[in-house]
């Protein structure tokens, strides 16, 4: 019988030596033999994530500079470690991350989180950016190179957006974003995309003093996603606000899973105003409520759970209901019986992405 050696191995054998192999071992692995190469490669480029600057550049080096890596990505996280010094990146860095995104054909997923906020031009060269991307996170300024690039994104699905909104960043062009379902960032960016005939199924703004004051004329322009919209999470909603707000939500997007962030006033009359929104809402589901403000706060689970009993009196399709106090948040669920507390494993990942799973 002759000897198997791993240059002989079938294409099935080196992906299963691949599969299990520790990410960190991938590098070494790659320089065994020509036919694990291949398969390894695919695995070590598929997902580009470190927070190290160093190692994203020399990631992006080799796919410039070999061109079957390129298609291997799927996604490419660029960030600085929050333990690592946050410094400003210099042009040659960014020339390179540019020229690697160019053969970047097969990209699902891009985050770019640059410190400085300001190069969006990667970006602006349409015609030699190859992908399609499904997912996108953006801690970057609004302006025309990013409004261009994302009316050239037919398939993104999800987009995340955090960063300054510059004055004269153009509208968009009709038919921009034809297949966006979930939207988080500021409302004046949420404004923009209001007007376009996309099918948005899942919003988040976050508020701050400068856009308070904007939310109530927000809420009406709503209507324009009635139809489609199954999810709102208004973060760092104030409390003198949140009563007009949800009465605005109930009569705007009756038809809504999911409400988030709701400061529930604690006294009567405002209470039972909240409840009577509550009442025009038959197809609520998840409902998150801040009583942080509360005194006594009610941290008990006989408390809470009275508090759950009487929200799903006024809203009996309510089934999840998430009670901040502080920095805690609860999971209660509706078994068709009674409140019960979900348990604490795995509660806060369930948490943060209940508002986007409807």
């Not at 410039?64 to 690592?84: I, K, N, T, W």
């Not at 030699?128 to 994302?150: M, V």
Request: with cysteine; aromatic share 8%.
């Amino acid at each position: 019988m002759s000897n198997i050696t791993t240059m002989a191995l079938p294409p099935e054998a080196c992906h299963r030596i691949v599969h299990w192999t520790r990410r960190c071992d991938l590098t070494a692995l790659c320089l065994t033999t020509k036919s694990l190469q291949k398969s390894a490669e695919i695995k070590l480029y598929e997902v580009i994530m470190s927070g190290d600057i160093n190692v994203i550049f020399r990631a992006c080096e080799s796919i410039v500079s070999q061109e079957r890596l390129g298609p291997y990505v799927r996604s490419f996280y660029l960030y600085q470690s929050a333990r690592r010094t946050q410094t400003e990146l210099p042009t040659r860095f960014w020339n390179m991350i540019q020229k690697a995104l160019w053969k970047m054909r097969c990209l699902d997923v891009l985050y770019i989180d640059d410190p400085a906020r300001a190069n969006t031009w990667i970006l602006n060269d349409i015609p030699k950016i190859p992908f399609q991307l499904r997912e996108a996170n953006f801690r970057l300024p609004w302006n025309r190179h990013i409004i261009k690039f994302l009316e050239s994104q037919n398939k993104l699905k999800q987009f995340q957006f955090s960063g300054g909104i510059d004055e004269d960043a153009p509208q968009f062009e009709d038919g921009s974003l034809p297949d966006l379902c979930t939207f988080d960032g500021h409302l004046a960016s949420a404004m923009q995309l209001l007007s376009l005939p996309c099918g948005l199924r899942h919003l988040r703004i976050p508020l701050d003093r400068s856009t308070n004051k904007q939310l109530l004329d927000f809420i009406p322009k709503l209507s324009t996603l009635s139809r489609t919209l199954r999810s709102l999470n208004i973060i760092h909603m104030p409390e003198e606000l949140s009563v007009e707000a949800i009465k605005l939500i109930s009569f705007v997007c009756p038809d809504l899973h999911y409400i988030g962030i709701i400061q529930l006033p604690m006294t009567f009359p405002h209470r039972s105003m909240v409840h009577d929104a509550l009442l025009a809402m038959h197809n609520l589901r998840d409902l998150e409520v801040d009583v942080s403000r509360w005194s006594p706060l009610p941290n008990t689970g006989s408390m809470q759970r009275m508090l759950a009993t009487e929200l799903h009196t006024y809203c009996p399709s309510i089934e999840h209901i998430i009670l901040r106090t502080g920095s805690n948040r609860t999971l209660w669920y509706f078994d068709g019986n009674e409140w019960n507390v979900r348990s604490e494993s795995g509660q806060h990942l369930l948490i943060d992405g209940l508002w986007k799973s409807k």
